[in-house]
């Protein structure tokens, strides 16, 4: 071979071996088959997650095609955080034709926020080199709106109530748990209709509830509703105010009045032991109201003698009926004989006149036996006679308490504590009551009556005559009350002037009668002057 002929081949050879180089790495190269990547799902949407949930979304690279699939990467973009990758195979990794590998995405809610981001995968596939996966969430928050931001009464008089409505809605994406709703402050606003607690709202709903103002005094009321929940901005407080005032200020005066209106009912014990004694009786209190009236006193007087009816015998008295002194004699008369049992069989109450003299009083009503005896703000007296402990219903089995029933009868007929007065002309050391039966000695019952209402006591064994003046005391005390022109007055406002200066103390107001009522007795040409505001027109 010549010289030529080998550099010829030589570089052939160099060609040839070049050009398999390149032919082979350009064949891989075209020759070389990649898998087909499918991802699903096309996207992961949470949706709203409430606080404290960290949901999951599960993602599967499927292999279609019939090569291996490499996947190189998989990551997040996005989204700030609030999405974390779990359980990915460690990567690189490879997915067999019709094969798949799953991972899982998690989200953690940021209150209230929307999250967006998204899974970016790269891989050698025929169909594409990435895969983006767009992720969606939101963080649910409990956000609590109570309407309105403050409540505003104005200014109403006294007495005027007025309502307003306060709404609690969930304007959040989360379910609201209310935990407490109340008001506190100077005046007197309040809550009406209030929801039972714990209230749990679902996202978009609401409750009402009312706020009442019904002032009773006049002056500023503020108050603050305090609302609290779950949201996480905490407590939610709301103001409301309001003021009150009068319709008009009324001024009453008065001078002492030089007469006083008193109701005495006598209650006589007829039975036997008590021998002939009534008439005496009669003539003693005859003797009583002549002293009373001398002071003053315009009085009623009734009879009673424990019969059955439990009616005033013949009715009641006063000033203006003809021959009283005479009439109250014959009514209080003793008359013998078995009185215990009336002709229809009806027990009679002569020896349990607390009793009697409490049933008495529920017969003074419209066109029943004792009407209009009782006056409004008359002290009422009453003068129990008997040689014999009371016997009214109770005594046996709660001898000890049993009287407190009757006294109570008897103060509400009376209204006020102080109007009532019982007083006993009775056998407090046992010595001339019923021979026959000693247990009905003495005067239990009566001398806890008498102590109780501050009443005075004498002794049936002395002569009537001698014995019953011992009560002028008691008998002619009087109560220093002075009515209120109006109607509703506003105690509150009420004040009272003696002789020009203003009492800080020593009265009272008494709703029941609509009265002041002085503690002492005041000087006979006294002027009391009452000051006091009126509950207002409502309609106005």
């Known amino acids: ?252 005066r008065f001078g002492v009045p030089g007469t006083f209106p008193v109701d005495v009912m006598l209650a006589v014990d007829r039975s036997c032991s008590m021998g002939d004694q009534g008439e005496d009786v009669g003539t003693a209190v005859g003797s009583l109201i002549d002293q009373l009236d001398a002071a003053g006193g315009d009085w009623h007087v009734g009879v009673l003698l424990g019969t059955g009816d439990d009616c005033f015998v013949d009715g009641w008295m006063d000033a203006n009926t003809p021959d009283w002194r005479a009439q109250l004699q014959t009514r209080a008369a003793h008359v013998p004989g078995d009185i215990f049992v009336t002709q229809d069989g009806q027990s009679m109450l002569t020896e349990a006149l607390l009793e009697a003299t409490a049933l008495a009083t529920l017969l003074d009503v419209p066109g029943d036996c004792n009407q209009r005896f009782r006056r409004p703000g008359a002290v009422l007296q009453v003068i129990l006679v008997s040689d014999e402990r009371d016997q009214s219903s109770g005594f046996l089995s709660r001898p000890n308490t049993y009287w407190r029933n009757w006294v109570d009868q008897l103060r509400t007929y009376a209204v006020l504590p102080e109007l009532l007065r019982i007083h006993g002309v009775v056998d407090e050391a046992a010595e001339c009551g019923d021979d026959i039966d000693p247990a009905s000695s003495g005067a239990e019952g009566y001398l806890e009556a008498v102590a109780e209402t501050g009443g005075s006591l004498a002794d049936v064994c002395d002569a009537p005559t001698e014995a019953i003046p011992d009560l002028l005391d008691g008998f002619t005390a009087r109560v220093y009350h002075f009515p209120l022109s109006e109607a509703q007055p506003i105690p509150e406002t009420i004040t009272v002037d003696l002789d020009g200066v203003r009492l800080t103390s020593g009265w009272r107001y008494e709703p029941a009668l609509n009265v002041v009522v002085l503690d002492d007795a005041p000087p006979p040409d006294a002027e009391i002057v009452l000051t006091y505001a009126v509950v207002g027109d409502c309609g106005a």
């Open 1 to 252: 071979m010549s010289p030529i002929q080998v550099r010829i081949a030589a570089v052939l050879v160099l060609w040839g071996c070049g050009a398999d180089i390149i032919t082979t790495t350009q064949r891989d190269q075209v020759d070389r088959k990649y898998g087909t990547i499918v991802v699903t799902p096309e996207a992961v949407v949470f949706g709203t997650v409430l606080p404290g949930e960290q949901p999951t979304g599960e993602i599967f690279v499927t292999n279609t095609g019939k090569q291996v699939l490499d996947v190189e990467s998989i990551e997040v973009q996005g989204g700030g955080g609030a999405f974390t990758l779990l359980d990915v195979p460690r990567l690189p990794f490879e997915v067999e034709p019709g094969g798949r590998q799953g991972f899982r995405v998690a989200f953690q809610a940021r209150r209230g926020d929307l999250s967006e981001g998204q899974v970016l995968i790269r891989a050698d596939a025929d169909n594409a080199s990435e895969v983006r996966v767009p992720l969606n969430g939101i963080g649910g928050i409990q956000d609590i709106l109570v309407e309105p931001a403050s409540f505003a009464f104005g200014d109403h008089p006294v007495g005027c109530a007025s309502v307003q409505r306060a709404t609690v809605t969930n304007v959040g994406s989360a379910p609201l748990t209310v935990s407490r709703i109340d008001l506190a402050g100077e005046g007197q606003i309040s809550l009406v209709s209030v929801p039972a607690l714990p209230l749990e709202l679902a996202p978009g709903a609401s409750k009402q509830f009312s706020v009442f103002f019904e002032p009773s005094w006049v002056g500023q009321h503020a108050a603050t509703l305090s609302i609290d929940s779950n949201d996480p901005e905490g407590l939610v407080t709301v103001e409301a105010t309001a003021s009150s005032s009068p319709e008009r200020q009324v001024v009453d």
